[in-house]
């Protein structure tokens, strides 16, 4: 009986060994692979912006000597008193090219000149602003400084 469970169990041995090695000479085999579709989401098109874009103006020698051809105009205006056309000059002048102290500092002794004739606390607060932004351009500039405490003065009273 022991011979016969024994070769029961080689028989069922070599079966499964057989069975196996099929079995696993299917799976070795290379599948076919499927083409992928990937699911890309639908372009949507885009609203067009609100915002109007300009080309970038880049600043160069010739705004700068422009904004100076103004500058010195409206200085010759200024000394005379003529202070309407010397404001419209600067304020061209500051526009295309902000970077000239002189300018806002100018601009700011006009605008106290007629908030003070004025009493207009607005010009005030303009002809402040200026000197203020003359200031961040030139900050040892003592006459701005000098100008700036007139404002400081005033808000303590």
Known sequence: ???????????????LTVGCRTIARKRVQPVPKKAVVENKPKAVPKKP???VKTPKRTTDQ?????????????????MRGDYGPAEALLKEAITIFPFV??????????FLIR?????????MDNAR???????AM??????????????RARRTD
């Open 129 to 135: 602003l200026m000197f203020e932004m003359a200031r």
């Open 1 to 15: 009986m022991r011979t016969f469970w024994l070769g029961m169990l080689v028989v069922s041995l070599v079966g």
């Open 62 to 78: 010739g705004d700068m000597k422009e904004a100076t051809q103004r500058l010195t105009k409206a200085r010759r205006l200024f």
């Open 101 to 110: 102290p002189e300018a806002n500092l100018l601009l700011g002794k006009i």
């Open 138 to 151: 030139e900050p040892e500039n003592t006459e701005i400084t000098t100008l700036l405490e007139l404002f």
């Open 49 to 51: 912006s609100p915002v």
């Open 115 to 123: 908030g003070a004739a004025n009493r207009d606390l607005a010009m």
